[in-house]
């Protein structure tokens, strides 16, 4: 999920597209993170679903992962929402339950978190080596934009899923200190959770805005990584 910022107002269609594909591309190695730490904690799901690979095929949903974000780009509007088909995982085969539970769900999150880092250190190298680029005919200042993006966009992505309100990959982690009788009520809210998520981002409540907490955040975020 990711909203424009200044940089992204009365974006392109071509722009528009490019920021798709990384948005696809970064969910994608989200899922496959999921996947790969539950084949090591025991769970063989995803890898015999054949998830575990970067093939878009595989993983995109064409109505969550191209159709919407896609309509929501050409309208213009202010919020882009978009997913990958989530990777299956059976708890059963997972050898400690709950506690494993969150590690598969804390492998996306931060596999974003390492993609943003790896950008960031990329720009900088960038910078340091184009000199006055952003002046310049070529195409270094398209990189930047691309880089630029692939750290925000991956940075949205973690801190979104790391809300602690199921079925996003937060509530995982946070049912791990709960007694199990009330984790499993609170994980059970998962059918309706996306909706309360998006009440909370669209309809701000006491002056809480899900929305501005989340892009606080990823201004804090792109300030630790220097961008």
Do not use: C
């Not at 995109?60 to 882009?80: A, H, Q, R, T």
């Not at 997913?83 to 059963?92: E, I, L, Q």
């Not at 880089?147 to 199921?166: D, E, G, S, Y």
């Amino acid at each position: 999920m990711i909203s424009y910022d200044e940089g992204l107002n009365n974006m392109d269609l071509i722009s528009g597209l490019f920021i798709l594909v990384i948005l696809i591309f970064s969910a994608i190695f989200h899922e496959v993170a999921h996947g790969f730490v539950a084949e090591k904690l025991g769970d063989p799901t995803a890898r015999l679903a054949g998830r575990l690979t970067l093939n878009p095929q595989k993983h995109i949903d064409p109505f969550m992962s191209i159709l919407l974000p896609l309509l929501l780009i050409i309208s213009g509007s202010p919020v882009i929402f978009g997913a990958a088909k989530p990777v299956p995982v059976d708890p059963f085969n997972l050898k400690e339950g709950r506690k494993d539970i969150a590690l598969v769900s804390l492998a996306g999150p931060l596999t974003n978190v390492f993609i943003a880092v790896v950008a960031s250190f990329l720009i900088k190298i960038l910078i340091l080596s184009s000199g006055a680029f952003l002046q310049s005919g070529s195409v270094t200042p398209f990189i930047y934009w691309i880089l630029t993006k692939i750290v925000q966009l991956n940075l949205l992505l973690a801190i979104f899923n790391l809300i602690p309100i199921p079925p996003l990959d937060g509530s995982k982690v946070f049912a791990l200190i709960l007694p199990e009788k009330e984790a499993r009520i609170y994980l059970s809210l998962g059918s309706i959770g996306i909706f309360i998520i998006f009440f909370l981002i669209l309809s701000p409540i006491g002056g809480f805005s899900l929305g501005e907490l989340i892009f606080n955040l990823l201004s804090f975020t792109e300030k630790l990584l220097g961008i």
